[in-house]
């Protein structure tokens, strides 16, 4: 009996008692069926097989059944929507650092309500503010509600969290505190600690977004991958690029393999191969697809190990059986649906592609060039057609999104994952033992995540490169799988081409001279000044001789940090002027993220609150361990950057700890007046000082009188959310100017030549 068929049987076992709810006793009794025909018919192959799937799938209903959660009065979910209470447990993951919010899996063991401490249990999803220093193991006391994860018009929320045993959320509204730390797992402990260094070192050698994505592909962070780079790999069918997979798996295994022969011997070289597929699959979060690859590759060097034949087909069933079995709800998570579907596609459809392919060649040239065609599209193009074939109609179903451009962007950028996953790696490693190395080893290595970003940017761009669906209906998604499957012969052996090595090595070394001239090119001085204005805040000033200034922090450090490494050489990693023009929390976030990654020569801010907060503590902690000289902003001041550049802070407020200040590129002045309130725009009338300027980056409420003074050309919103938008007051206020928002056109930049500016 094929264990890929008692997989189907056990995903079918799951499905039914889905929609069938049954109590658990029911589905013992129905076992008592296939278990005596299996005895009474136990000479019958058909029948015994027969029976065999049933007897699972029976197992499967009963194990869905014994899996859902039971709630009562020691339940943390109990407590949900009961109202502000405090609670008390343990961090029991790696802290996901996102552009607002550091979540972490907290496992409840205490709550405080209504004045009494009660004992309870549970896992939840604890959201604390972003710069808040947790790590695994820490114990915390937190001030919160437990609140029922929501669920919204195309995706639920509280499915998702719930087949993590998650079934509860809380949003800290206090101080987080600490009561002890290293209570978890010291061997879990030990692998994030070693995941934090490694992203660190990452995030140290190579500039944005070539480290989140790096980050996403060896680490499995995926979630510091700014917003418009995901949204280019999701248009382009390419976001498996950035997901853990078999090819990571084949390339740790191969690599695990050659050591381990070298050090102990190709006996027990086996055992260690499958041992550190274990840890890299922990050490990566152990994603449902890459549980699936661990499980498929380490069967594969257990098959070679004692010499048998490895059947792919079986291998991919035992991975099924073993991840349904040990988490029924996987079943319904799209990332292990896909990983299943793709896989299933390769080994199905890569051989008889390969045939279909080399038959059509071979009527322009010879059967062998045919062959040597076909093996250099064998490892892009046709491995992708074979994985869209079954992938293509589940992601047109979940996402209603169609690529039309998929595999062209993954023809193009395929053959440099290898480079990617490889040489990522081991300048990772080399910067974690030896600075210098890693990063001279990163100066190559960033050239081909580089290049995939661009590629699957560019094609993303494209007229018609993805197309919305309407409503898939679920019918039509099984009738497809049906008919595709019904009429596909299994069986098929692979045939394998690869490329030569040579010509690959000149490929692979004229990619690298051809994007770092690209580099090189792109962000040289051109003798212009750059003011590119991102949404949520963030300026990014460039000078002519190529100075470097931001101006005022945003939301998203992840957009924040990616657009600098994206318009910077990417061996370069100094910011000559940081300037601070608020100091709330929401500004701060990505100024912390650039002052982190980036060498900062000078820094201008605004005073610090009263009561600093834990984002303001970071970033006053930050400043002194990196020795950053500080300045804070005064009416009047003025910082001389280029001969023509400079800074001027035109107006303070401490008791908001803001600032209004312009610079000034040769005649032209760009007044940055966001977090200006109306007090702000009176006493700045009252001042006396000359506000004209040719471009205003205006707060939400603008004075008719303050419109006047400034007499801008054009007009900016940054703000992100719909609240923080401008007033009808205020574009009736600006209506002789042109108004843009980033909010609506995204990144905006403006061009200053010869005191003539143009806008992109």
């Known amino acids: 009996m094929s264990l890929f068929y008692l997989a189907l049987a056990f995903a079918a076992g799951i499905v039914i008692a889905t929609h069938i709810a049954l109590p658990l006793g029911v589905w013992l009794w129905w076992l008592v069926v296939p278990l005596g025909l299996l005895i009474i018919w136990r000479h019958d192959a058909r029948l015994r097989r027969l029976h065999l799937l ?155 977004p070539s480290a989140s994505l790096l980050a996403g592909i060896l680490l499995g962070i995926e979630s510091g991958i700014p917003r418009e780079v995901r949204d280019a790999f999701n248009a382009t069918n390419t976001a498996h690029i950035i997901a853990i997979s078999g090819f990571n798996i084949t390339i740790i295994a191969g690599v695990i393999a050659a050591l381990a022969r070298r050090i102990v011997g190709e006996r027990r070289a086996t055992l260690i191969v499958v041992a550190g597929l274990v840890v890299y699959t922990l050490l990566v979060g152990a994603a449902p697809s890459v549980v699936r690859a661990a499980i498929m590759g380490s069967l594969s060097v257990l098959a070679l190990h004692y010499h048998r034949q490895n059947d792919a087909l079986n291998a991919l069933g035992a991975a099924a059986l073993v991840m349904l079995a040990l988490n029924p709800f996987s079943l319904y998570d799209v990332g292990f649906q896909l990983s299943f579907l793709a896989t299933l596609g390769l080994i199905l459809y890569v051989a008889p592609l390969n045939a279909t392919f080399e038959n059509f060649f071979a009527r322009f040239t010879t059967s062998e060039r045919a062959k040597r065609i076909v093996g250099a599209l064998s490892d892009s193009f046709i491995v992708t057609l074979a994985a869209q074939i079954t992938t293509t109609p589940l992601i047109v179903f979940v996402f209603h999104r169609f690529s039309l451009i998929g595999l062209l962007t993954n023809l193009i950028i395929l053959p440099v994952q290898p480079a990617v996953m490889i040489g990522g790696g081991l300048a990772t490693i080399a910067g974690m033992i030896l600075p210098p190395l890693g990063q001279a080893m990163a100066w190559i290595v960033w050239v081909f995540p580089a290049f995939t970003i661009a590629v699957v940017q560019f094609t993303a761009q494209l007229p018609f490169s993805s197309i919305e669906i309407g409503r898939f209906d679920v019918m039509m998604l099984a009738a497809y799988y049906v008919a595709l499957f019904g009429l596909t012969r299994l069986g098929w052996q692979t045939i394998r081409a690869h490329i030569t090595a040579r010509p690959a090595f000149a490929l692979g070394l004229a990619l690298v001279v051809g994007v770092w001239g690209w580099n ?97 503590l970071k970033w006053q902690d930050l400043v002194a361990t990196k020795r950053v000289p500080s300045a804070e902003v005064h009416a009047g001041m003025m910082i001389q950057l280029d001969n023509d550049q400079r800074l001027e802070i035109l107006w303070t407020r401490e008791e908001t700890s803001s600032a209004v200040v312009r610079w000034r590129a040769g005649a032209l002045a760009f007044l940055f007046a966001s977090s200006a309130s109306i007090e702000d725009q009176n006493a700045l009338l009252r001042a006396g000082e000359d506000l004209t300027s040719v471009i205003l980056v205006a707060p939400r409420k603008v004075t008719n009188d303050f419109a006047d003074a400034v007499d801008p050309r054009m007009v900016l919103f940054t703000a992100r959310t719909a609240r923080e938008q401008p007033t009808p007051d205020t574009l009736a206020a600006l209506v002789r100017a042109t108004i843009l928002s980033t909010r609506e056109r995204g990144v905006i930049e403006i061009i200053i030549e010869d005191n003539s500016l143009s806008v992109r």
């Open 520 to 616: 090189v090119a792109l962000t040289a001085p051109d003798g212009k000044t750059h003011l590119i204005f991102l949404d949520g805040g963030t300026t990014i000033v460039q000078s002519p001789r190529g100075a470097r200034v931001v101006i005022d922090g945003g939301a998203s450090p992840s957009a924040t940090l990616a657009a600098l490494g994206q318009r910077m050489p990417f061996w370069e990693r100094g910011i000559d002027l940081l300037v601070m023009m608020d100091a709330d929390d929401d500004r701060l976030s990505a100024l912390i993220a650039l002052l982190e990654r980036y060498d900062v020569r000078q820094i201008v801010q605004v005073r610090a609150p009263t009561k600093p907060s834990v984002a303001h």
């Open 54 to 208: 049933l007897l699972v799938f029976l197992l499967a209903a009963l194990r869905y059944t014994a899996a859902q959660p039971q709630f009562d009065e020691r339940s943390l979910a109990t407590y949900n929507n009961r109202g502000t209470m405090l609670i008390v447990g343990n961090v029991v993951g790696y802290p996901d650092v996102r552009d607002r919010t550091t979540n972490v899996r907290f496992s409840v063991t205490r709550i405080r309500l209504d004045g009494t401490w009660r004992e309870v249990s549970g896992n939840a999803l604890l959201q604390l503010p972003r710069e808040t220093d947790v790590r695994y193991g820490d114990q915390l006391q937190v001030l919160g509600e437990p609140t029922t994860p929501p669920d919204f018009a195309d995706f639920s929320y509280r499915e998702f969290l719930a087949r993590q045993d998650i079934h509860s959320l809380i949003r800290s509204y206090g101080a987080i505190k600490i009561l002890d730390r290293d209570q978890g797992d010291p061997f879990f402990a030990l692998i994030y600690t070693f995941r934090a260094h490694a992203l660190a070192t990452i995030n140290t050698l190579f500039p944005e």
